[in-house]
């Protein structure tokens, strides 16, 4: 994996946070590889650095997916909701989710360094090591009351059509949740004039319906993100 220019480093020179967001830009480099992302998170969690480079106060993205999910559902369907993290990371997610009542989570992460430390905390019911793409997981379909990816959007992560795979794994009347820094859908190569029109046919088509596209403050440190939650039909 190619290391930033000099240069490139040098927007990421903030008192404290510097050595994260040059983690953040590294992993979200142009032309970097699904599989070179799976190792530097692999690298990034060795000793829940990850999780301590990232408190709330330089990163909500958890805390925002979980008050979205938590909207949708009644107390007593958050007990027995099936849930699909996608990106689920070291379950910084998953910690969030259970606050609000979810108790029946699967993760989802392509990054085994990532997992081992989710295991570690019994946060979740199974512990999937894969990418979602457009080819079907060894999941059935219709298993999940809701699926969530909670940062997980970016250069190298989570493709467009992976958006096939999310309808496909969540029940008709379940929800999809993405949670992501507003500028990727403009920044990220696969994105670009591909993401929201996606979605958009998807919901022309009868797969889901778009029930919020929202800009929220401060989902990083001095960073804008950008929330859609989608009904399955």
């Known amino acids: 994996m190619a290391d930033l220019s000099k240069k490139e480093w040098e927007k990421y020179e903030e008192p404290q946070e510097s050595h994260v967001y040059k983690q953040i830009a590294t992993v979200m480099q142009k032309g970097i590889s699904p599989d ?24 909500n993205a958890p ?9 949708g559902f009644t107390d007593e ?6 849930v699909f993290d996608v990106a689920a990371g070291t379950g910084m997610c998953a910690v969030q989710l259970r606050k609000h009542g979810f108790k029946h989570i699967d ?8 997992l081992d430390k989710a295991k570690e905390k019994n946060l979740y019911e199974r512990y999937i090591c894969d990418f979602i793409t457009e080819k079907p997981l ?11 990816i909670c940062g997980g959007m970016g250069e190298g992560h989570v493709p467009c059509n992976a958006l096939y795979e999310m309808v496909r ?3 008709p009347g379940g929800r999809v949740i993405i949670v992501t820094k507003e500028s990727h859908r403009y920044v990220t190569e696969d994105y670009k ?13 009868g797969k889901w319906t ?24």
């Open 193 to 205: 004039g591909r993401l929201e029109p996606l979605m958009d046919d998807l919901e022309k088509n």
């Open 138 to 148: 060894d999941i059935e379909e219709n298993t999940y009351d809701l699926l969530t």
């Open 36 to 59: 070179e992302v799976a190792e530097f998170y692999s690298k990034w969690a060795s000793g829940l650095e990850y999780e301590k480079e990232l408190p709330p106060d330089v990163y």
């Open 107 to 114: 993760a989802l992460d392509p990054s085994q360094g990532m």
């Open 210 to 233: 778009k029930v919020k596209c929202e800009i929220i403050p401060e989902y990083m440190k001095d960073s804008d993100g950008l929330v859609w939650v989608f009904q399955i039909c």
């Open 169 to 171: 794994l969540v029940k």
């Open 63 to 71: 805390i925002i997916t979980a008050l979205e999910a938590a909207e």
């Open 77 to 82: 369907q958050k007990s027995t909701a099936k």
